[in-house]
C-alpha cells in the first residue's frame, strides 16, 4: 500500500537549522530494518515529542508536524527509519563511522532531488558525538532486490532457452514491460548524478545495494558517507584531483580510484555503467572472479563485463564508453541521461506498437556465495576477517583487495 504523500515539510524546505531535530529518547525504534559496517538501521515506530527539546517556535512547528506524519494511519513504521552508529566497532571503525555518518548528515542536509533520500530529522547533539543519528524516508526495497524479482518475473514469463535466439515461447509484453521498467530505473540513477554531479559531489559508492526504492516505485540514492565535495584548488592541470583511493567497493569502483591515482566525477560514469550492466544483464558483474583475478585482469587490464550482442548498440556503447580505461573518453551524466531518454522514447513507442521488442534476456548467471561476497565489502571495513592468500608474492595486492574489500 502507498503511504500517504509529506504534504508539509518539504525538502527544499528543509535546509540547515530548519530541519526538524529530534532527541534520541524521543524516537520509539521498531525492527531492524537493516545494517552497515558502521550502522544499523530501524523502522521508527512513534516520535513522541518532549517539548523541553523545542528551540524556537519553528523547530517546534517542525517537530510537531514531523511526529504527526509518523502516525498517520496507524503506518508508522512504513514511514521514516533511524540510522545510528553501531556499538560493536573497535576504536578505529568506530571513528571512521562517525565521520561517515556527520558526512552523511551534512550532504543530505543541503540535498533536494527526487531521487536522493530524504532527510527528515537529525539528533540534537553534535554530528560527532556517538549517540548521533538522522532519520530517514523509509526505502522499502534495494536495486539489489529489484533485479532478484526481475530474475523471477522473466524467468516465469519463458520457457526455453534456446542459445542464440534467445527465449522461445516467451511472454513478449512481460519482457517489453521489463526492458522499459529497467532502463527507466537506470535513468532514475542517471538523473540524481547528474544533480550531484551539478552541485561538485562524487559519490564514490555507487552499486545495487545503495539505491533504494520506496512504496510508491521512486528510485532513490542513499547512504552518502563517502560523498565528496570537488573544490577547485583540489585539482590539478589535468582535470583531476588527488583524493583517498581504495574508496567504496571494488566490483563498481573505478580502476583509478582502486589504484590510489587521481580521479575525478568520472569515477562515478565507471560504477554507473556496471550497475546499468547489471541491470540489463539481470547478473553480477564479475561473478567467479577472485579479488586478485579483478585486479588482474580489471583494474590493472581492460577485461569488463560482456555486453550480450542481442542488446541494442547503443546500450552497449554507452557501457563501454562510461566504463573506459581512458578517464576522458567516459560520459558525462548529461550526455548519459540524454541517450538514456532516447532509449526510453524508443520503448515506449515499441511498447504500445503492436510489434515486441526483440531483445534478449541474459541467461542467468550462477554466483558462487565465496565470489559474491569478497568484491562487495566496503574498503572503510578493516576488522573483517579474511581468508588466507595463496600467492605470498601478491601481499601488496592482498592488503589491497582481499583485506578492505569483500
Not at 72 to 93: C, I, T
Not at 154 to 167: A, D, E, I, N, Q
Not at 179 to 197: D, F, N, Q, T
Request: with cysteine; hydrophobic share 40%; net charge negative.
Amino acid at each position: 500500500m502507498n503511504s500517504p504523500r509529506r504534504s508539509s515539510i518539504h525538502a527544499s524546505e528543509k535546509h540547515g537549522d530548519s530541519i526538524p531535530k529530534l532527541a534520541f529518547s524521543e524516537i520509539n525504534m521498531g525492527d531492524l530494518v537493516g545494517q552497515g559496517g558502521f550502522s544499523l538501521v530501524y523502522a521508527v515506530s512513534q516520535i513522541v515529542l518532549d517539548p523541553v527539546y523545542d528551540t524556537s517556535e519553528k523547530q517546534s512547528k517542525r517537530r510537531q508536524e514531523l511526529s504527526r506524519q509518523c502516525m498517520v494511519e496507524g503506518n508508522a513504521s512504513n514511514r521514516f527509519v533511524v540510522k545510528m552508529l553501531r556499538d560493536d566497532l573497535p576504536e578505529d571503525e568506530y571513528t571512521k563511522g562517525v565521520l561517515d555518518l556527520a558526512v552523511e548528515a551534512r550532504f543530505l542536509k543541503r540535498l533536494n532531488h527526487p531521487h536522493i533520500v530524504e532527510m527528515m530529522a537529525t539528533a540534537n547533539s553534535d554530528p560527532l558525538e556517538s549517540r548521533f543519528f538522522v532519520v530517514l524516508e523509509m526505502l522499502n526495497l534495494t536495486l539489489e532486490d529489484k533485479i532478484a524479482d526481475w530474475r523471477i518475473d522473466l524467468s516465469r514469463s519463458t520457457t526455453l532457452w534456446c542459445g542464440p535466439f534467445g527465449y522461445c515461447c516467451a511472454n513478449k509484453a512481460t519482457l517489453n514491460r521489463s526492458w522499459l521498467e529497467r532502463i527507466l530505473v537506470a535513468k532514475s540513477i542517471a538523473s540524481g548524478l547528474e544533480y550531484l554531479h551539478g552541485q561538485s559531489i562524487i559519490y564514490r559508492d555507487l552499486k545495487p545495494e545503495n539505491i533504494g526504492i520506496d512504496d510508491d516505485g521512486k528510485v532513490k540514492i542513499f547512504d552518502f558517507g563517502l560523498a565528496k565535495r570537488l573544490l577547485p584548488d583540489d585539482r590539478n592541470d589535468a582535470g583531476l584531483y588527488r583524493l583517498t583511493g581504495n574508496t567504496g567497493s571494488l566490483r563498481y569502483m573505478a580502476p583509478e580510484i582502486a589504484l590510489n591515482q587521481a580521479y575525478n566525477l568520472k569515477a562515478d560514469s565507471y560504477s554507473f555503467a556496471i550497475v546499468f550492466w547489471q541491470i540489463i544483464a539481470l547478473a553480477v558483474p564479475y561473478a567467479g572472479y577472485t579479488c586478485q583475478m579483478h585486479s588482474d585482469y580489471v583494474v590493472n587490464g581492460d577485461c569488463r563485463p560482456k555486453i550480450d550482442k542481442s542488446w541494442p548498440k547503443s546500450w552497449g556503447h554507452l557501457m563501454e564508453t562510461c566504463w573506459s580505461v581512458d578517464i576522458f573518453e567516459r560520459q558525462d551524466f548529461d550526455r548519459i541521461l540524454q541517450v538514456l531518454n532516447d532509449e526510453l522514447d524508443v520503448l515506449i513507442a515499441q511498447n504500445n506498437g503492436s510489434d515486441a521488442v526483440d531483445i534478449k534476456a541474459q541467461k542467468k548467471i550462477k554466483l558462487q556465495p565465496n565470489d559474491a561476497k569478497k568484491l562487495d565489502v566496503d574498503t572503510r571495513i578493516s576488522y573483517i576477517e579474511e581468508s588466507p592468500v595463496e600467492n605470498e608474492a601478491s601481499e601488496g595486492m592482498r592488503k589491497m583487495h582481499d583485506i578492505d574489500i569483500v
